[in-house]
């Protein structure tokens, strides 16, 4: 009898899932939740008693009549084909819908119609759009309601006669509600195992009707009928997308099962709950009438127990055996928890080894070490620990001595630090202390001497492989140490969640676990000498971030947590590995503080270029890991990271830019590229109309000026302005052409000092050389391609003007030379300007 109660105990306590529970205090409206639906974006919707609820993995936004609904009790989601989403209020009995891309809250413009073929207690359960007409079914409606476009009613009621399900016309996933007996097969099967009364069902296919009634569920399959009897009455019923049957049950949980009826999965023993979903995740979603929502992050991990553990262990049978930190030890055997050893002392030190040698598992409680399954104890001893090496060497340890368990001798420690972990590394036994690596050579225990500091820091725990000849060592501040030839550390640096390491578990010659108090960490080391890492926390789905111990037994890895047994298959790591994000989208666009329509187009003026763009990418397992990538496309060729949802652009330059963002989960991104094309508008005087404007202002007011001043009273004036003006337009015409000595000769004007007449013949003066030239002097200047930079001040001289270094009364000096300037022609030295 006592037997039956220590296992009826521990079966109690098998396997069930992690839930994370949403509540009023996480920000949802009501602890009385109805339904849920994923809609196109990713949120999770919730309808409540007290409205709407849509959930983005970090925050709840919930909706009630003050945003458009027609009443705050909402029971059910109905989506569309088309992308909208139709809801019922219960106390108005109105429909409505919303879009999935949201845009607001819609009312049914034949609510009136459809609210007079409703009783009061009247639930709409079913709602379907086909060709503009509306089919209603339910609880407390007969049959189907149908409306169409135009508000004409159809209404399709079952009578007194039984009549089969395919002439009653309805239709694959319909939900409906009768008082008769509605059938397809054997017309009595239903009648003997249901009352023929009060019947609701709806149909998964043309081969398959689920019906429901009091405590029974009924199923049809292919004209074979399968009974669900419960002592509690279901609740909600809903076909999965995993072509399975969701049951809810009043204060009896949610279970899932297969269409013939077999028991798939239990959940939530004892809650009302109302619906399920899974998630574009893999996450379970429940909903319930009184606790709120529950949420499976990862199916395929279960928790044993609450209690904390501190050591795991397994035998060559692959019974997993457990450590408590209260100082209890169990054993997990065919799927039972079975306490082995109950602690009197309830002292936290607890521990549990295999010793192949002798097929023994040995136990640290209580100050005594035993066997766990004869309970021989072999020694009275405080320690700290147990440690089984190669050899049939078992050893525990404390302070101030190492026991060998075989031979019950003991070695002194002559050493201050305290002994964390020993073990067999190359015929010599290592130590981790707090104060770093020791070794024991003989009779004596020496530090290892190195020139890494690695090995000066507290070492808590040492695995080997002794295949590779290869110490991994759990540090406190380092990390993962690997102690081999060489010596290197594997830190949060390269991807730990962690530097401090509780534990460290060798899986095989390339993976080795680390145990930390911020989750799990394999590490897998490759071909090439270098190494990945892939984490597991609470965020994946387990019971607690503080691991203290792993063990793998078969294909399953057990974790030994602050909060309980937790296991999963070796899989899910795997899947983690290629996890990414499925939904992005643009959540809202801000410019200066002021939110935007982001689904128009942008033109903005050149003050308004401080903007944010506020990004939402759907995870619910891991929100937190999300990074985004984003850049303008115009001025970023690369791409710039970010764990921020909002981006912002503090300054940006007027111009056309284009927006690009995507979001990334654990290096893998999304295909999905967010786009958003903007324009800054320059300012007006950086407008090329305004600099048009301008040149012609400028020009109108030059025009002005030398027309009343210049050109009326300062003509010497204007020409030099004019000289100045076609010398600059005309700056690369600087050659003249002359024929000299029977030649043609190139001069660059640029050169040219001054012409002197010789009667028919001129001599051109330049700085090198004279060329005589047939020509007279009056026809000098109209032949060269500068004439305004030449003046005439002799009746035998042209002089070039920019080639003038002086002049006085009636001369000039050109390259030092003094030119006389003739009676007649002295006013034109004035026009000279040095």
């Known amino acids: 009898m006592v ?11 098998a396997q069930s899932y992690v839930y994370q529970n949403f509540s009023i205090d996480d ?37 009630t009549v003050e945003d458009g609904l027609p009443g705050n009790t909402i029971l059910k989601f109905y989506p569309q084909k088309n992308g909208q989403v139709w809801c019922y209020d219960f106390h108005s009995q109105k429909l409505f819908y919303f879009n999935e891309i949201f845009d607001g809250f819609y009312s049914y413009e034949h609510n009136d119609i459809l609210k007079k073929q409703l009783y009061k207690s009247s639930i709409i359960k079913s709602v379907r759009i086909t060709e503009g007409k509306l089919h209603i079914g339910g609880y407390r409606v007969n049959g189907l309601i149908v409306i169409d476009k135009n508000g004409n009613l159809n209404s399709k009621y079952v009578g007194t006669d039984v009549k089969p399900i395919k002439t009653f016309g309805i239709e694959k996933g319909t939900f409906f509600s009768t008082q008769y007996l509605l059938t397809d097969t054997d017309l009595h099967s239903i009648k003997r195992i249901l009352p023929a009364h009060n019947i609701h069902g709806f149909l998964v296919n043309d081969h398959i009707h689920v019906f429901m009634a009091n405590h029974e569920v009924y199923i049809q399959n292919n004209q074979t009928n399968y009974l669900i009897k419960t002592k509690k009455s279901p609740i909600g019923i809903k076909q999965t997308k995993q072509g399975s049957l969701f049951v809810g049950y009043r204060h009896g949980g949610a279970k899932l099962y297969d269409f013939q009826g077999n028991l798939l999965n239990t959940f939530l023993p004892n809650k009302s709950v109302s619906n399920f979903l899974i998630d574009h995740e893999g996450g379970y979603w429940f909903t319930t009438i009184n606790s709120g929502v529950f949420y499976v992050k990862n199916i395929g991990i279960k928790n044993y127990t609450t209690s904390k553990i501190t050591s795991l262990t397994k035998n060559k049978d692959n019974d997993l055996f457990i450590g408590f930190y209260n100082g209890n030890i169990a054993r997990k055997k065919h799927h039972i928890i079975e306490n082995l050893y109950t602690s009197k002392l309830k002292f936290p030190s607890t521990a549990v080894e ?18 766990v399954l004869t309970k021989e104890v072999f020694v009275a001893l405080y320690a700290n620990n147990l440690s089984f090496t190669k050899h049939k060497r078992a050893f525990a340890f404390n302070r101030s001595v190492i026991f060998n368990i075989h031979d019950s001798t003991e070695i002194p420690v002559n050493i201050v630090p305290s002994i964390q972990d020993l073990v067999w590394f190359k015929d010599k036994m290592l130590l981790a202390t707090s104060e770093g690596l020791f070794v024991k050579k003989q009779d004596s225990i020496l530090k290892i001497k190195s020139e890494s500091e690695k090995l000066n820091v507290r070492l808590d725990n040492i695995a080997v492989n002794e295949k590779t000849n290869t110490a991994y060592i759990a540090s406190q501040g380092l990390g993962v140490i690997v102690y081999s030839d060489t010596i290197f550390n594997i830190s949060k640096k390269n991807g730990l969640t962690s530097n401090s390491i509780n534990e460290v578990y060798v899986e095989n010659d390339s993976v080795v676990w680390a145990c930390t108090n911020s989750g799990l960490n394999k590490i897998i080391f490759h071909k090439d000498a270098t190494s990945s890492i892939i984490t597991l926390t609470k965020d994946d789905g387990l019971v607690s971030n503080e691991i203290e111990d792993v063990e793998i037994v078969s294909d399953t890895i057990w974790i030994g947590t602050a909060k309980g047994l937790c296991f999963f298959p070796s899989r899910i ?3 983690k590995e290629v996890m990414g994000v499925d939904y992005i989208s643009l959540n809202s666009l801000s410019v200066k503080g002021k939110r935007k329509d982001s689904n128009n187009r942008l033109r903005l003026s050149y003050g308004e270029n401080d903007i944010s763009f506020r990004l939402q990418a759907i995870s619910f397992k891991h929100s937190e890991d999300v990074v985004y990538k984003y850049r303008l496309k115009e001025i970023d060729q690369s791409w710039k990271e970010t764990k921020n949802r909002t ?30 094309e903007f324009i800054i508008i320059p300012p007006f005087w950086q407008t090329s109309w305004f600099y048009l404007i301008c040149v012609l202002l400028c020009i109108g007011l030059v025009y002005i000026f030398f027309k009343i001043r210049v050109l009326t009273y300062n003509k010497d004036v204007t020409r030099e302005l004019i000289r100045l003006m076609i010398k600059y337009l005309k700056r690369n015409e600087k050659n003249l052409l002359v024929r000299s000595n029977g030649q043609d000769i190139k001069i660059g004007t640029h050169k040219i000092l001054y012409v002197k007449s010789q009667g028919n013949y001129l001599d051109i003066v330049t700085k090198d050389q004279t060329f005589t030239i047939r020509c007279k002097i009056s026809d000098f200047v109209n032949k060269t391609p500068d004439p305004l930079e030449y003046l005439r001040i002799h009746k035998s001289y042209i002089i070039r003007i920019d080639q003038v270094s002086a002049k006085g009364r009636n001369w000039v000096v050109i390259n030092e030379e003094n030119i006389g300037v003739g009676k007649t022609y002295l006013a034109e030295l004035k026009n000279i300007k040095l």
């Not at 037997?3 to 306590?13: E, N, Q, R």
């Not at 939740?33 to 949120?43: A, F, N, P, R």
């Not at 295999?354 to 066997?371: A, F, P, Q």
């Open 354 to 371: 295999y010793d192949m040698n002798t097929d023994r598992v040995y136990g640290l409680s209580d100050n005594k070490i035993m066997d």
């Open 27 to 63: 920000g949802l409206p009501s602890s009385e939740v109805y339904d849920v639906y994923q809609d196109k974006l990713g949120y999770v919707w919730f309808a409540t008693d007290k409205g709407l609820s849509r959930y983005n993995g970090y925050e709840f936004k919930n909706y």
């Open 3 to 13: 037997l039956l109660l220590i296992f009826y105990c521990f079966l109690s306590k």
């Open 573 to 575: 790591v795997e899947q």
């Open 647 to 676: 981006i912002t652009f503090p300054s940006l330059e007027p111009g056309r830019y284009t927006f690009e963002a995507k979001a990334c989960l654990f290096n893998n991104c999304n295909d999905k590229v967010i786009t958003k």
